[in-house]
């Protein structure tokens, strides 16, 4: 199955219109699944975000895309969704600075 698909997640913790998380779902019946602290900072990560502490959900999210891309490789699609949750929380992080 396509990691990046847009079925919504089954535990209905994410908004339907992103993408559903390949290491909550996916990955974790896999030998090669990420450690739990890594599952961990990638839901206090988006918990950030959510929370519009985009600097916290960078920092989260950065340590959770070495991690992954550290265990599958930089361009592996098990890192497709951190990488764009990362992305987003950059994003919103230099747009609120700009705010100021």
């Known amino acids: 199955?396509?990691?990046?698909?847009?079925?919504?997640c089954a535990s209905n913790q994410h908004r339907k219109d992103i993408?559903?998380?390949?290491?909550?779902?996916?990955?974790?019946?896999?030998?090669s699944a990420p450690a739990p602290d890594t599952n961990e900072m990638y839901e206090e990560g988006v918990a950030a975000f959510k929370a519009k502490d985009y600097t916290k959900a960078a920092e989260?999210?950065?340590?959770?895309?070495?991690?992954?891309?550290?265990?599958?490789?930089?361009?592996?699609?098990?890192?497709?969704?951190?990488y764009f949750q990362y992305g987003r929380a950059l994003l919103m992080e230099v747009e609120e600075k700009e705010e100021q």
């Open 60 to 82: 989260l999210l950065s340590e959770v895309v070495e991690n992954l891309a550290a265990l599958h490789g930089d361009l592996a699609p098990e890192c497709a969704d951190a």
């Open 19 to 31: 993408l559903c998380c390949p290491i909550s779902h996916e990955m974790a019946s896999s030998s």
């Open 1 to 8: 199955e396509n990691p990046r698909s847009t079925k919504p």
